[in-house]
């Protein structure tokens, strides 16, 4: 439970470069339930949000308008999401707090399915700006552990257990029309993303044994709503990503028991490499193909919401105000030290 009176003074402008648009309503639902479980608890957030699209004068353009409204209006420090979105802040006036997700510190896959010079730039600047924050928030420790040597936080995104939880499975598929009989293989990314592998995802399941054949369900651009049907609808989960920070999809999937293959990245064998049903795997399509008929040939749910209770996005926000409260206190024993040397 909140005590909003002791965070009704603090302010907070949150700076993103991924926010929901008109034409992807869907997207980055755990950063706008971060803000909004924040306002719940009594803090005063204001989002910034812009398009960067790799392009330096979108960055230049979202700057110059970042720095107009810190200079026209109270805020008690800047929460970045994203190392790339931290860049608009500096040189920093207010705390600084950047919460670093994924790419931002693993790079950027492109097109051939290779590191991009952009991802490697992306790199650069957030290594600069974890050395320049006042405090630090990684998703998970694997991606921490490409944060510059200096103290952190772990807080992965938190997720709705109220909104992703167990549902009958036939019932799921008749909202969604999906076939009743067919097993059904969950792809629960943008197809047109390459980090994501979707043809290897594709490819994997071609290779099903007859007796175990199943469709790809792709869902992609699905309102985040309607994701725990397609999560219950399904029979498994498949993530074949090149890199991920914490992959809130495996999350909510576990809050649903629906059993899970994935590749080895962020902090997916922490969260699945001990709960039966299913797998982690390397990135062949041979290794991939056998842990879907090994989950398949179980046809069982998993018991997979207990590993998830920890995640209510409540006590992950109490969290995230302590961070705040640390770069608060920096800030103040920062001025107490100008202070006491113009006294001497």
Same mark, same amino acid.
């Given at each position: ?21 008109? %034409?992807?309503? /869907? ?8 803000? /909004? ?68 510190? %693993? ?42 040597? $200096? ?21 799921? $598929? ?50 985040? /709503? ?86 209510? %996005?409540?006590?992950?926000? %109490? ?26």
């Amino acid at each position: 439970m909140f005590d909003r009176s002791q965070n009704s003074s603090l302010r907070v402008l949150m700076i993103t470069s991924e926010w929901p648009t008109p %034409e992807h309503p /869907e997207a980055v639902p755990f950063i706008v339930r971060n803000a /909004e479980f924040l306002r719940r608890a009594g803090v005063e957030v204001d989002v910034f949000a812009f398009q960067g699209g790799k392009k330096p004068t979108n960055y230049l353009r979202a700057r110059k308008q970042l720095q107009d409204k810190l200079n026209g209006e109270r805020y008690d420090l800047v929460h970045a999401q994203f190392g790339q979105s931290a860049l608009l802040a500096l040189p920093k006036s207010l705390p600084l707090v950047v919460t670093f997700r994924g790419d931002d510190l %693993e790079g950027i896959i492109g097109p051939a399915g290779h590191y991009t010079m952009a991802g490697w730039f992306l790199q650069l600047a957030s290594w600069m700006v974890a050395y320049i924050a006042d405090e630090v928030i990684a998703v998970s420790e694997t991606l921490a552990r490409r944060l510059p040597r $200096r103290p952190f936080h772990v807080i992965p995104s938190g997720i709705d257990l109220d909104l992703f939880r167990p549902l009958p499975l036939q019932e799921a $598929r008749r909202l969604l029309g999906l076939p009743a009989q067919r097993r059904l293989v969950l792809f629960a990314a943008d197809p047109n993303d390459s980090r994501k592998r979707y043809q290897l995802a594709k490819a994997a399941v071609n290779r099903l044994d007859k007796e175990y054949r199943a469709n790809l369900v792709v869902a992609r651009g699905v309102p985040h /709503e309607q994701m725990p049907l397609y999560m219950n609808a399904c029979d498994v989960l498949l993530l074949a990503s090149v890199h991920e920070g914490s992959p809130n999809v495996v999350k909510e999937a576990l809050a649903c028991n629906l059993p899970i293959v994935s590749t080895d990245v962020g902090d997916v064998r922490a969260r699945i490499g001990q709960v039966s049903g299913c797998a982690v795997v390397n990135g062949t399509i041979g290794d991939i193909s056998a842990a879907l008929q090994m989950v398949l040939a179980r046809n069982s749910r998993i018991a997979g919401r207990g590993m998830v209770l920890s995640l209510d %996005e409540s006590k992950l926000t %109490e969290q995230v105000i302590e961070v705040y409260r640390r770069a608060l206190a920096k800030k103040k024993e920062s001025l107490w030290h100008i202070g006491d040397s113009n006294t001497r």
